[in-house]
């Protein structure tokens, strides 16, 4: 599973965030324990593994448009909830990725090797390859492309 900070900002998007309300066992996730700490403070948990299950309560923006949920967490000491201005990002594994797609295994396989070679065939470069650094953001960038035609530029999201 990628946990890099480069798959955490490309799941931080409505088009991933808005899939997942409910966590379930299995389900990876990361969250900064509070707007006060630094970045490299950041909490990358699965629930089932000291979290159990939850659902985000509620979805709103921050005052710099940022997107964000609020969540209330179990943990196997007691439970706590992650105050206001914590933020839930779902880490979608790429089994995940894969069943938000909702094709047949034929299709699937199919579009995602055309979607994989396209660079090799028309320019002779596999840029896609060399854009991800793991499975999963490989497959996050296919799912964008084909359901929200977006691409990652490197740091958002962009419309073709």
Known sequence: MDETKAYLEMCDCPEIQGQKEEFKAGDWFAYYESRARKPSDLVIAIVGVGYYEFKREEATKDTDGTYFRLSTVGFDEGDCELGWGNKIIWLPRQDQIQKMLDYGIGALVNDFNEFC????????????????????????????????????????????
């Open 117 to 160: 070679v396209e660079d090799l065939e028309m320019y002779g470069d596999p840029g896609k390859f060399h854009d991800y650094q793991s499975m999963e953001q490989l497959w996050l960038a296919f799912y964008m492309h084909e359901r929200h035609e977006k691409t990652w530029d490197g740091k958002k999201w962009i419309k073709k």
